[in-house]
């Protein structure tokens, strides 16, 4: 490894006033196109384009790069204090970003979301620079059987992220999986349950499946409630900067969560196919799985903040390299990027590897600064947003309801959705009154379409014996071994609920 | 009491749930062996937990029959309050667009649903104009929906 070559790199980046000022633009430019739903980062590549357009390549990469990786830090901010996510991986943050507003610590978790996204940014840089060399294998042991375990895998998830009822957890997780078989079926072409709408040959899409199953019946039970979204609790709020710092701080203290799903989502990012959706629900998932208290999760857990915004950043420098190296891009946002920098001059492909190390190297580190910049720049402003959960609710809904529409719209263009909206918006205001879990559905409706394909492609392959792979193999004893704990640790933690409640 | 415990909201979510399964279950019979292996792997089991629910709710139900109060009242109310307005969105969009109908509804929904001032509601209906008009269709020239029924006005 050439270290020389690294930091001059580096150098590329900090030590030029003109680049360090493109990635000053990039950055809030970013992170407004992630808050805003329906945006998101590909939309914002796609506007950027003519701006670049001329630019010196590398200044053009700096600029486009610095501000695709922070679009999920600004994402993060209406999913926890209205429950409409920024973009699509940012759904995972509702779950306990929410009942964090509701309780009054929208500071805290903003400041979370804020300090997980730039850790998770910069140690998924890191963590690309330490397996450069090996990355060719780890892509390339990759293939169906693996995939489909490891959506096995977080398909598990369902059971661990079902609350008291796992009846009604499984019930809505299998909901989100049939609901994900509504498309033009892969393997023969066929039309299932799409009533020949066009707009459901893609498969419903999931900004507006989350749209509907989280904002409007939050909504809804805010106008039913009345008040603000967090409620009475204006005397506990952490809404200024200490509730910021404090999230911040949260981040640190527990580091080994941080390290542990920052690496998850840099790997789950690296592998093509599998989309930065996935990287966040499978690092929530192991967030409950490894805690100790794992009913928490749900009600406001400031662990549940940190995973999935650690793996939403710092993925997005995983997908990088099989863009640069292979051309192959990592996620959707990746393959636009990766059409963007070949119009800039850069041609992506494994000869990159031998005449272009100084690229990769200044795209990694500007990945990990314009993380840094979004952190210390947002930090201005986190508590005028804490502010908002304290806004009569009355003021909020009509904004948020057209808001919810907007990204509905937006995501496909297709009028259509804003009927799927309405529909799963009511279905799901009727699955909050009466305690259905509904986190499963998201991980249902992301995780069956790769599911169902690389089973089949697994199938065709190497038939059965497709379980018998030394990748498999491991997934399976992953997927056995982090079950076996997780049902180990509910049932200590029963056993200990019912010593204390017989001492008492 | 007990024909009553059938209609409650738990029961009646259980029982569309098990409606879903059911229809995509039956419906992926008609599909081609591999394009129905997983809908049917889903929806088998799907079907038999959402009646184990329906059961569930059932039991429940009749046992919590007798709390009915005034509150929940007013609670059902609010809801159809909430209810009426989501539709009002829904319709008011679809028909008219985002340019024309949410400013509308926007000042509606505080004027109207939640008796603000008649600033507040201009305002609010304003800023939705600016946002929606110049922000997305002029500065950023996104074509938002412009509505079934100026579509074919238009046509």
């Not at chain 1, 609350?163 to 079926?185: E, H, I, P, R, T």
């Not at chain 1, 599998?274 to 499978?282: K, Q």
């Amino acid at each position: 490894m050439d270290i020389g070559g690294i930091f001059a790199s580096l150098m590329n980046v900090i030590g030029s006033p003109y680049h360090m000022l493109l990635l000053l633009i990039a950055v809030p430019a970013g992170m407004f196109f992630g808050a805003i739903p329906g945006l998101g980062g590909k939309l914002g590549i796609v506007l950027a384009i003519p701006f670049v357009f001329g630019m010196e390549p590398l200044a053009g990469a700096i600029f486009l790069i610095s501000m695709h990786s922070v679009v999920h830090t600004g994402g993060a901010i209406p999913s926890i204090l209205f429950g409409v996510p920024g973009t699509g991986p940012d759904a995972a943050t509702i779950v306990d970003g929410l009942p964090m507003t509701r309780k009054g610590e929208a500071g805290r978790a903003i400041g979370a979301a804020l300090g997980a996204s730039g850790v998770g940014g910069v140690i998924g840089g890191l963590f690309l620079l330490a397996i450069l060399p090996l990355l060719r294998p780890v892509v390339l042991a990759f293939g169906p059987a693996e995939f489909f375990l490891l959506a096995l895998f977080g398909i598990t998830f369902i059971a661990m992220l079902s609350g008291d009822s796992l009846n009604k957890g499984l019930l809505v997780g299998l909901f989100g999986l049939m609901l994900a078989f509504v498309n033009l079926d892969p393997q023969t072409g066929t039309q299932r349950y799409t009533f020949d709408q066009l707009f459901l040959w893609d498969g419903i899409d999931i900004i507006t499946a989350v749209l509907g199953i989280f904002a409007i019946p939050e909504m809804i039970a805010l106008g039913i409630a009345g008040g603000s979204m967090a409620g009475d609790k204006r005397q506990s709020a952490s809404y200024g900067r200490s509730g910021v710092l404090e999230g911040i701080g949260d981040v640190f203290r527990h580091w080994g969560l941080t390290i542990r799903t920052s690496i998850i989502g840099a790997f789950i990012g690296m592998i093509p196919g599998l989309g930065g959706d996935a990287a966040s629900w499978i690092c929530y998932g192991h967030a409950v799985q490894s805690s100790k208290t794992p009913e928490r999760f749900g009600k406001g857990a400031i662990e549940g903040v940190i995973a999935p915004e650690t793996a939403n950043n710092s993925k997005e420098g995983g997908s990088l390299l099989p863009t640069l190296f292979f051309g192959v891009p990592g996620s959707s946002g990746m393959a636009i990027l990766l059409g963007a920098f070949v119009m800039l001059g850069i041609q992506p492909g494994p000869g990159l590897a031998l005449t272009g190390m100084d690229i990769v190297w200044t795209l990694i580190w500007a990945l990990m600064i314009a993380n840094v910049v979004a952190v210390i720049m947002f930090f201005a402003v986190a508590p005028v947003f804490g502010y908002l959960s304290y806004v009569r609710g009355g003021l909020l809904i009509p904004f948020v309801f057209t808001l919810t529409y907007l990204g509905s719209y937006l995501s496909h263009r297709a009028w259509e959705n804003l009927v799927l909206l309405t529909v799963l918006g009511i279905l799901g205001y009727f699955m909050k009154k009466h305690d259905w879990p509904r986190p499963p559905f998201v991980i249902g409706l992301i995780l069956g379409p790769i599911v169902e394909d690389s089973f089949h492609k697994a199938m065709a392959l190497w038939g059965p014996r497709f379980l018998l792979r030394p990748g498999a193999l491991f997934m399976i004893a992953l997927i056995v071994v982090s079950f076996g704990i997780y049902v180990w640790r509910m049932r200590s933690n029963k056993n200990k609920t019912g010593q204390r409640q017989h001492a008492n | 009491m007990q024909t009553k415990a059938l209609f409650t909201g738990p029961v009646l979510t259980a029982v569309a749930m098990l409606a879903i399964f059911l229809t995509m279950s039956l419906m992926a019979l008609g599909f081609p062996e591999k394009a129905r292996l997983m809908p049917l792997m889903v929806g088998i089991p799907g079907s038999v937990l959402a009646l184990l629910q329906v059961l569930a709710e059932l039991r429940t139900s009749i046992d919590d029959a007798m709390e009915t109060d005034a509150q929940q009242s007013a609670a059902h109310w609010n809801e159809r309050h909430m209810f009426t307005w989501l539709l009002l969105f829904f319709f008011g969009i679809l028909g008219f667009g985002f340019i024309y109908a949410a400013p509308l509804l926007v000042f509606g929904f505080l004027y109207v649903g939640k008796k603000e001032t008649i600033k507040v509601g201009a305002f609010g209906a304003a800023g939705t104009w600016v946002v929606l008009y110049g922000l997305f269709e002029q500065a950023f020239e996104i074509p938002l929906f412009t509505g079934l029924v100026i579509e074919w006005l238009l046509n």
